[in-house]
């Protein structure tokens, strides 16, 4: 009985110890990019990889290709390498094709 009355006491004082006013938020400083943002042109993301094969040409070397969703290719040395893109007409096929023609050498997948 008196631990519940020493909790009812302590919660009274701490209610009363509220300051009652009203208070104001105030937020910070206007934003000085919201002009630049506002009007910024739409983000267009890089292609993603759709397919990544690996293709075992006639003289018996690796062809690495990643095909990407735009219909480009990235041919690599490695799985690990990051690739560039082919010269222009010197990949024919697509990821869906069995056999490309990479430099002329004809590939399987």
Do not use: F, H
Request: net charge neutral; with cysteine; proline share 6%.
């Amino acid at each position: 009985m008196i631990r519940t009355l020493t909790l009812t006491a302590v919660a009274a004082l701490a209610l009363a110890a509220c300051n009652k006013e009203d208070k104001t938020i105030v937020a910070g400083p206007a934003d000085p990019m919201a002009d630049q943002l506002a009007n910024a042109a739409p983000v267009e993301l890089p292609p993603s990889i759709q397919a990544a094969k690996t293709y075992r040409c006639k003289d018996n070397s690796l062809v690495y290709i990643d095909w990407l969703s735009d219909g480009t290719a990235r041919v690599k040395e490695s799985k690990t390498d990051v690739g560039a893109a082919p010269a222009e007409g010197a990949l024919t096929g697509d990821a869906t094709s069995a056999t490309i023609t990479l430099n002329g050498k004809s590939c399987k997948a």
